[in-house]
């Protein structure tokens, strides 16, 4: 297998799509300009032609330079104590150790800085850890960025370690694309540094079927093999996978890759993304298409993430709540009561 380094290193050819057109370069240039692009050769690879669900994920569309909605649709600035910490929750934190990523999504929520702003320090590292270990109430911290898995092996180690002397955290997370964007990322040699933290959790994200390649499975066993619990997290957009058959298909094939659907996210309202928002009644019908459908393994929490935090939505299972008696609809919108105890 290529080593990562090197598939991040090769070049990609935009002529190469099938059905592109030299209006089309222009236009990816001129989007490119205020947010960058960069595919990693794999990725790339995984692009049929033009306007796939691939290709949307990752080339860059003029429709990007629309001014409508916010920078920060979640406040997460104002959640920032210091550099690189989002603390918004009682007891768990975000922990932003890098500002790349193997490649940038065109939907990304943090379109404000991934791959704008130069990387992050050694120094701000040094300050993220000093706020978890004045905090005591932190038990859970989420390593995200960018993407963490950008740095090299040992970087990641001298984190872990690192985090690892702090007695009050207890759960270690880790949000990456790479096993779906760059799975050879995933080696050996870091499954071996990352087994060492244990409990360790990661959360990676797939949001299409074509991205459930016979490398993100082989990334995928081996981060199981190494004892760490994966959950998926999907955006829900438009054009890419805002419909049942999608979602579904996706779910099954998680599942069988041993990894966990845990959230369907609502797309959020970050600038120069509005041409991938869906309803929210879209969203809805995709849980609703699952939940009782299809084991409930694969049926992931929908939520809209806000300023105050993920907020879940569900379909309308319960009717009717009075003097203690409930009027339930099941999957099939049949009605059933129960009376409270
Ligand atoms: C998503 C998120 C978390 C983690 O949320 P869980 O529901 O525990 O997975 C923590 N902090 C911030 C700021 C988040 O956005
Ligand atoms: S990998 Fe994550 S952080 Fe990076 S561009 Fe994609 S969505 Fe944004």
Redesign the pocket.
């Known amino acids: 297998m290529e080593e990562w380094r090197t598939i991040l290193s090769k070049p990609i050819k935009l002529e190469s799509i099938k059905g592109i057109t030299k209006e089309d370069i222009k236009n990816i240039k001129l989007a490119a300009k205020t947010y960058p692009m960069y595919i990693n050769s794999y990725y790339f690879s995984l692009i049929k032609s033009k306007d796939d669900p691939i290709y949307k994920q990752c080339i860059p569309n003029i429709e990007e330079l629309n001014e409508d909605l916010s920078e920060d649709p ?1 406040a ?1 600035e104002t ?1 920032t104590p210091t550099n690189g910490i ?4 009682p007891d ?3 922990f932003l150790i890098s500002n790349i990523c193997t490649m940038y999504c065109r939907f990304c929520t943090r379109k404000r800085k991934v791959g704008k702003k130069e990387n992050i320090s050694n120094e701000e590292i040094k300050q993220g850890l000093q706020y978890l270990k004045d905090h005591e109430e932190i038990r ?1 911290v ?1 390593l995200s960025g960018g993407d963490p898995l950008t740095h090299d092996d040992n970087k990641i180690e001298y984190i872990l370690k690192q985090l690892r002397e702090i007695k009050h955290i207890e759960i270690i997370r880790l949000g990456t694309r790479v096993p779906c964007a760059l799975p050879q990322r995933i080696t050996e040699n870091l499954c071996n540094i990352l087994k060492k933290y244990h409990p360790i959790f990661i ?1 990676t994200h797939f949001n299409h079927p074509n991205e459930i390649t016979e490398e993100s499975s082989k990334a995928c066993t081996m981060l199981a093999n190494a004892g760490i619990p994966l959950g998926n997290q999907t955006v829900l957009l438009k054009g890419i996978n805002d419909n049942i058959d999608t979602i579904k298909s996706l779910v099954h094939k998680l599942l069988k890759i041993r990894v966990k659907p ?2 369907l996210y609502h797309a959020d309202k970050a600038k120069g993304t509005k041409h991938f928002m869906t309803n929210v009644k879209t969203g809805m019908e995709i849980i609703k298409g699952l939940r009782g459908w299809t084991s409930g393994l694969a049926v992931p929490q929908y939520v809209i ?1 806000t300023e105050g ?2 907020i879940p939505i569900l379909p309308e299972y319960l009717k009717e709540y009075k003097d203690g008696k409930i009027i339930l609809k099941n999957y099939q919108d049949k009605e059933f009561t129960y009376i409270d105890p």
């Open positions: 979640l997460e959640h989002v603390h918004k929750y768990r934190a975000l859970d989420i959360n845990y959230y993430d935090g993920k």
